[in-house]
């Protein structure tokens, strides 16, 4: 080896890395450029319920959401990739559970939500079953998981960021991961079967094959039972996900506890207080925005005018009277 | 000249290696953004850029096991 | 080497620092893993993803402040004078533990969304991956980098012609630490946007800046401990730097597989991540060599095993385990799972952090005055640490490969719960290896933190020194490696790497696409079982050959000078070779760990390179005069 020669390949190696820089700039300059073919998404331009996507990302990134998820791939592999989650589950099943994420959403409470969302002309399948149809994500977290607790610890978020996450997720759904995750081509049953042995060897019991939590239909289950209104209530409870967010126990989870509520006096953000009567909670379930009670989020519940019956509504109330 | 020559056809077989597991065939060259002229580009340039690194890595390392006290005295004197 | 400038000690907060959050950091860990088993553990108190966000950034806090330390320590020695103003330092010092203490404020507030966005600036914290921190943490660190980066800088000669490539290696690591930080700062609106910048700093840093000051740290210890020369070293680091940045910084778009650009990344990732590798084989090839370049025994052993650990991990974590995951068609499979965790562990702790616990223990052994201390500690804490490394890795690798399929292949859900019982037992192992692992690390940092207790009086030093005694014969494995033999460990380890490899790749077959696991399962299953017995097993091969050079270096430099029968030389024609066979015929008669002197009137560089030729490095060759009128070497049999 001699001097000169040495030299001269290292004035190469570092003329190389200039080149490559070059190589690597122009790449990145295409990359953020839009073509014809190829149009980035921006988050300002997509919105949910008013709320634009850059807010969801905004809102992701407080809650430090990829430290547990991941997204586009990158995170903590320690809960469900969220870019691809609104076409799986859609609008109405993401409302639905990010209200209480420590709760699986039943069907009834999607069904709750999406009839908000047609009331307020969003463009989505016109009743339960054809939205569970569209979107078979939220038909499968529906039947094996509806009414069950969730892993993830309940984040109170305020309706204004549940709506900013789909707009984010609408967002991360249009972009194009160019083939990542590889499609599933395994035969349904060969993929049935592996889920079988697995829930099998965890003790997991799917909500559509437990007997005890019905996915389906709240009227007959209240028609053919002779039980006392505080026990049908209590059922209901549990059916209308009421207790995802309500606990009986006292404990606040999303909304405050039905223990000794009834008779109560219940501040409100207003600085008032309101007497917690009969009258007060048939608004509460009925109107839940109408008195928002102090230390929580307005417009995160929704509204169960129309879905539930009058003597559902007396049933619950008797229940929470029940809960001293 | 024999041994710059063999160092030269391993860094050619190690390069072809990596081409081979880093072309993305399935994917064909139908990329959105892109076309058959920009990727015979990238083939291009790509193969050449990597058999210089390929080879600037053989070429060290021979170097570095099969150095002498005199030809690192050269360096000495020189830099 | 001793202490040579008072400055130096200024190091010494910076290790005690590291050792503090370093121990931290691993609890997060152990946390982590056991939330990992039981999901509900602190839920809603302390949850998984603010335990996370501790977990990566004190990571990289703690590697960073070796680093300072480090360079610190070896930054007098480097440019010949001390650091100034010493007043900085402490500034730094106080920086570090400001910025510790503020993201200890600032990260759990995810907890309750709160993330202090100005406009599109989050000022409080980020919510990003190994970035968390917000924008005040930003400003603070970059203050910290750019006073580390002046105060590295000025220690260095002023006329910038006098520096060598050690030098530069620095110079480009502190100012390259600083400025690849910048690009955190960059407001995006879009993910695409944000992971390209995030992968920066995170790729810029690990794959490129860290590794140049890994690179360049690791040539000045060898050579300072195994009297390496200057310009050998000089050539690996700047083959090693260079090759370090050809393949990293085209490298880095093996992240922008499917981050939403375009897919001619795919390629180009592909390509240049396949060769990142290579420098890291230089890297290790260069540790070999120089380990055999010592002809006196060195002080601090154990120092030693964490620099070869080091040296070893970042071939195996970064460029093994690397390797298998990185070209498009293995990433498909391998992105978003465990899989890049094993890689992950290895090559951030395995390269980064072993290499400045090893210099902390050489630093510590200097600043607080010690000649010889016992080491068994400090070997019993790095093999245990070496253990619990390998084993978490183990784990990550096999509930990845159960995950590949549970989740890419049948598509089945974290919600459905299905994939969390497919990974249960790599759930269970993970938790056994992170406590062995924080075993290890206990012990690492009791004994370094009491180091002067273990020091071996210099009376004691020489009883133990004269109880050596040559051995007859010599184990095999303790027999000096050659260089083929170390060809043929690092080429079994890239084989079982490929199988690795090929195990990933074979995620892509028809047969494994349509549901069945066999194949991926048994070759994933070979690779990575053998890919940690053989990594296991070379170093304890390399680090026990080692060992034995030691003691036999021992062994010759007990012999008195007066002691050794001498061969003299002057009488003999200095060319035909005659000299040199001399000398070897003489060596031919010797046991291991015997020794003679040879007495020359001419320098006998060249004959030192002719046995060196014949004999390998299985001969010891110290120099005891040098000229004008006479050169006289003791040269030694060695294993």
Known sequence: MDFEKEKKARKLAIWVIGIMTGIWIILSVFSFTDTKERVRPRTENIHFNGVSALKGKQVFQAYNCMDCHTIVGNGAYFAPDLTKIYEQAGPAWLKAYLGSPGTYPTKTIVDIQLKQLLSKGEDLPKDIDAYLEKYSGAHDRVEHRGGVDALMPNLQFSAEEIDALIAYFIYTGKINTAGWPPKVIADKSVIEDQARKLEEASGIIRTSSASSAPSSGVENNTAQTTESPAAIGANLAKQLACTACHSADGSAVVGPSFKGLFGSSVPLTTGNSVNADEEYLRRSILQPNADIVKDYQQGVMPSFEGSVSEEQVNALIEYIKSLK | MKSKRQTLIIAVLLTIFFMVVSTPWEFGLSYFGDSTVAWVLYYIIGFIISLYVTYAFLRALIMLVNHTCEQFKEINNGL | MEIKYPTQRLAYPFFVSMLILFIIQISFGLLLALMQMDPNLLKGVFNFNTARAFHLNLAIVWIVTGFIGTILFIGPILGQRDVKPVWLVHVLLVALWVVVGWSIVTLPLAQKGIAGWIGNVPWLQQGMEFLEGGRITHILLFIGFSIFAYLTLVMFPKKVKRWNELHWG???????????????????????????????VVHYWVEAVWEIIHITLIGFILAKFFGADDKEVGFAVFWGISLVVLSGLIGNSHHYFWIGTPTFWQFWGSLFSALEPLPLIFCIWHVYL??????????????????????????????????????????????????????????????????VLGAAYEAARQIKGINRFKEGLAKLSFWLLFIGLMGIVGSFAFGGTKQIYVYRILGLDWWGHHIRPAMSSARVLLGIFASIFILGAIVLIYDLLTLKDREISESNQKLINQKLTSPKSINKWYKSMSQFEFGVWLGGIWLFGLIVTAGVFSFNLHSVRVGDPTIPYLIMGIGYVGLIIITLLFAYRFLMAFEQRQDLLQVIQNFSNGQLETLDLKQQPPKGGIREQLILDRFNQLGYGQAFMVVSDIEMGCQHHTLHKILGTSFAWEVLETGPEQWRVKVGKLN
């Open chain 3, 290 to 355: 120089d380990e055999k370049h010592g002809v006196t025994p060195i002080k601090n052993r154990a120092a030693f095993y964490f620099i070869f650990g080091s040296a070893l991990f970042e071939s195996v974590g970064a460029g093994v385990l690397g390797f298998t995951m990185t070209m498009a068609y293995a990433n498909l499979w391998e992105h978003g799972t465990w899989l890049t965790a094993a890689h992950g562990h290895m090559a951030l702790f395995g390269a980064f952090g072993l290499l």
């Open chain 3, 170 to 200: 620095l110079a480009i690591g502190v100012v390259g630490l600083m400025s690849v930080w910048l690009f955190t700062m960059i407001p995006t609106k879009e993910l695409d946007l944000q992971e390209y910048f995030r992968w920066y």
